[in-house]
T-cell receptor, first 111, second 112 residues
């Protein structure tokens, strides 16, 4: 069945780069997403990548996709304290709306 | 464009009661999906509605139901509430369903 795995916790210092990793199992996934959730809030779409892409850059965010290994990563450059949140990786199957989420990675940025 | 809105934001109910949650999608979006978020199970898909029809359903008991109106607004209903139904219920909308999904702020339900 479909499964998405993420490490649970990452701690970095302000100004450093953060890398959050994710692995998925569904080879038919066509879209892969990164969402951010702050305490008490809903999910904010950060970025997404099509499965036929290797990399996508959007300002401080870089997404890398290794389709062979089913590995997705999110790099946040110059991490700020406001980036502290839980980050969710999600996969979406072709033609369907259903998202399968990982358990989320809590990113803690210290000054 | 206004984002996805959900009402109410917070709700307290007791076991055995029923509850109705509402979601208004982004203007022009016809697909609405519902997810349940709990600390133990994480984010789990409940169901998706498109053009007033349920198109997809997750693995939840029949106590969980939903519907969509002609203006794409959606409601979900949980009957005979159990303590384990305490969760953050998130609604997401997208244009056709298979594209990028945008989430609302959620409704936090506490069952006592």
């Amino acid at each position: 069945g479909e499964d998405v795995e993420q490490s649970l916790f990452l701690s970095v210092r302000e100004g450093d780069s953060s890398v959050i990793n994710c692995t998925y199992t569904d080879s038919s996934s066509t879209y892969l997403y990164w969402y951010k959730q702050e305490p008490g809030a809903g999910l904010q779409l950060l970025t997404y990548i099509f499965s036929n892409m290797d990399m996508k850059q959007d300002q401080r965010l870089t997404v890398l996709l290794n389709k062979k290994d089913k590995h997705l990563s999110l790099r946040i450059a110059d991490t700020q304290t406001g980036d502290s949140a839980i980050y969710f990786c999600a996969e979406q199957d072709s033609g369907y709306s259903t998202l399968t989420f990982g358990k989320g990675t809590m990113l803690l940025v210290s000054p | 464009k206004a984002g996805v809105t959900q009402t109410p934001r917070y709700l307290i109910k007791t076991r055995g009661q029923q509850v109705t949650l509402s979601c208004s999608p982004i203007s022009g979006h016809r697909s609405v999906s519902w997810y349940q978020q709990t600390p133990g199970q994480g984010l789990q898909f409940l169901f998706e509605y498109f053009s007033e029809t349920q198109r997809n359903k997750g693995n939840f008991p029949g106590r969980f139901s939903g519907r969509q109106f002609s203006n794409s607004r959606s409601e979900m209903n949980v009957s005979t509430l159990e303590l384990g139904d305490s969760a953050l219920y998130l609604c997401a909308s997208s244009s056709q369903g298979s594209e990028t999904q945008y989430f609302g702020p959620g409704t936090r339900l506490l069952v006592l």
